[in-house]
């Protein structure tokens, strides 16, 4: 059975289930440190969410909700299933989960952005409802 909760402590032992997702993110992104986790834990705008089946952590999901002049918005980042774990319905829970925080915040819309390399996470997304959205995203890097 696939638990999902919000993260509200930062200790070792969630420290290094966050560092073991992160690899299989993104190859670029850097481990984080337990001043870094306790930040999100502590932030008012930003939950993760963690997916448990038992004792083992299956994958994680970035949720930030943000009110804006237009409305309160919210947006999905950094979603990752450990890779013992795909294919099992956690990406589905993760998501549904943070779909259903998202409306109880009162978000009109959630966005997230994938790469079009991952396919299974873009049918997924697709088959939650997303729909692509024709626009430009730019990034700055600092």
Do not use: C
């Amino acid at each position: 059975m696939i638990d999902i909760y919000e993260l509200s402590s930062a200790d070792g032992k969630t420290l290094r289930a966050v560092n073991e997702l992160i690899p299989q993110l993104s190859q670029s992104a850097s481990v984080m440190n337990e001043i870094q986790l306790r930040q999100l834990v502590e932030s008012e705008a930003t939950k993760l969410f963690f997916a448990q089946d038992k004792e083992v952590v299956l994958g994680m999901l970035s949720l930030v909700i943000f009110p804006i002049p237009t409305g309160t918005k919210a947006w999905v980042e950094d979603v990752v299933v450990s890779q013992t774990a795909r294919g099992k319905g956690v990406g589905v829970a993760l998501m549904n989960h943070a779909l259903a925080v998202a409306k109880d915040a009162g978000a009109k819309s959630v966005d997230l952005t994938s790469r079009p390399s991952r396919e299974v996470a873009n049918k997924l997304y697709q088959k939650l409802g997303f729909t692509a959205r024709e626009t430009n995203v730019y990034r700055l890097k600092l």
